[in-house]
C-alpha cells in the first residue's frame, strides 16, 4: 500500500504512524514535525523512535553543526532545570 495523500491515512491513526508502518517518506511540509531528512521518513517522530542519536547525527538530521546541536542541548537542559514538577 502507498499513500498518496492523507486522505489515504486510516481513521484513528496519526500521519506519522502510517508513515513509519509504510517506510515512506512525508510531504506534508506544514506540519510542525516534518524536517528535511529523507532517512527519517521527513519526519522528527519517526527518526526520535529509532533511539538515542549522536550529536553528530542529529545535525545531519536538522543540516545544522554538531555544536549547534550542543547548544540548543544546553539551553534546553538549562531550561527543564527551571520548570518545577508539582
Known amino acids: 500500500m502507498y499513500l498518496n495523500n492523507l486522505d489515504d491515512v486510516v481513521p484513528g491513526t ?4 502510517e508513515h513509519r508502518r509504510y517506510n515512506i517518506p512525508c510531504q506534508k511540509t506544514g506540519c510542525r514535525q ?3 531528512c ?3 521518513n521527513n519526519c522528527v517522530l519517526i527518526e526520535s523512535s ?3 542519536k549522536t550529536l553528530q547525527l542529529v545535525g545531519d538530521i ?3 553543526t554538531r555544536m ?3 547548544q540548543i542541548e544546553k ?3 538549562k531550561k527543564l532545570q ?5
Open 34 to 36: 516534518w524536517v528535511d
Open 62 to 64: 536538522f543540516g545544522i
Open 82 to 86: 527551571l520548570v518545577k514538577l508539582p
Open 14 to 17: 496519526t500521519c506519522f504512524n
Open 75 to 77: 539551553k534546553i537542559l
Open 38 to 40: 529523507k532517512q527519517a
Open 68 to 70: 549547534r546541536i550542543c
Open 50 to 52: 529509532n533511539g538515542p
